[in-house]
């Protein structure tokens, strides 16, 4: 079983940056691939960026490429997501989430943990 507590959302202008943080609970937190994705209003859930358990690999949506970058602690059960150039469309609940594999895709099916996620506005 594994806990995920998000935090470090608030409301930034564009432009701007933020760092979200996951906190982990569990002994197991290296052996989990990390993914964030992210939920505006009216909207399906999307797929921001995933990590292997080990950092060695990172995906990143299309829309944040350059912008963003997740990196992960295993020392400290925490997986972080730098957002910056933020743009008013990257407003939207942001969800981590872990899945028991070395590396998992886009696909939120392949998660087995979820957050409670964290709200990010960005305003223009």
């Known amino acids: 079983q594994v806990q995920l507590v998000e935090s470090g959302g608030g409301l930034v202008q564009a432009g701007g940056s933020l760092r979200l943080s996951c906190a982990a609970s569990?002994?197991?937190?290296?052996?989990?691939?990390m993914g964030w994705f992210r939920q505006a209003p009216g909207k399906e859930r999307e797929f921001v960026v995933a990590?292997?358990?080990?950092?060695?690999?990172?995906s990143y949506a299309d829309s944040v490429k350059g912008r963003f970058t997740i990196s992960r602690d295993n020392t400290k059960n925490t997986v972080y997501l730098k957002m910056n150039s933020l743009k008013p469309e990257d407003t939207a609940v942001y969800y981590c989430?872990?899945?028991?594999?070395?590396?998992?895709?886009?696909?939120?099916?392949?998660?087995?943990?979820w957050g409670q996620g964290t709200q990010v506005t960005v305003s223009s």
């Open positions: 989430a872990a899945a028991p594999t070395y590396y998992s895709s886009s696909s939120a099916d392949e998660y087995d943990y």
């Open positions: 569990g002994r197991t937190f290296s052996s989990y691939a």
């Open positions: 990590i292997s358990w080990n950092g060695g690999r990172t």
